[in-house]
């Protein structure tokens, strides 16, 4: 594949998690609990780890990130977004890299999911200075280990039809 070509691919990829991200801010909340959202655009972060590597993952991540906040206009959420995004993204990296062989992609993705977590509250616990935000993080865990498996098999599902596209081309 020539350099045209994958940054081709990683700008779709980038563009897809983009609208994803966007469609679901459109989602009403699922329950009533602060912070609960699908992350289903964090599929296709997972998906650039698989078929370009830790380095096109986390570009994508922060790519997504900092565009859709300026494009939805929740900068505030930027922190959040970050912290939460690159320790999620940083512990697939190294789990993809040492532990595939070991473990599925959807453990993998359910693993970034609470790592998600546990980014995002720490962060609001620093800014906020309350740590009773922390009484979120059981029912906050609960939904990422069910929303990241749906995210392991949504990235497989991705990956598997980039794989036969990039064949065609």
Known sequence: MSKVQ???????????????????????????????????????SLAV????????????????????????GKVSSLLFSLAGG???????IILYQYARKYINIWLISIIGSILHIIGQLTIAVLITNTPGIFFYAPFLLISSIITGYFI????????KHFRKLSTRL
């Open 6 to 44: 994958k940054l081709v691919y990683l700008s779709l990829l980038c563009a897809l998690a983009l609208v994803i991200y966007i469609i679901e801010l459109q989602i009403p909340p699922l329950a009533p609990i602060p912070g609960l959202k699908l992350g289903l655009a964090n599929m296709v």
């Open 49 to 72: 780890l698989i078929l370009y590597g830790p380095k096109e993952a986390l570009t994508v991540l922060i790519l997504r990130i900092f565009l859709g906040s300026f494009i939805t």
């Open 152 to 159: 392991g098999l949504g990235a497989t599902f991705i990956c």
């Open 86 to 92: 690159l320790l999620s993204n940083i512990g697939m």
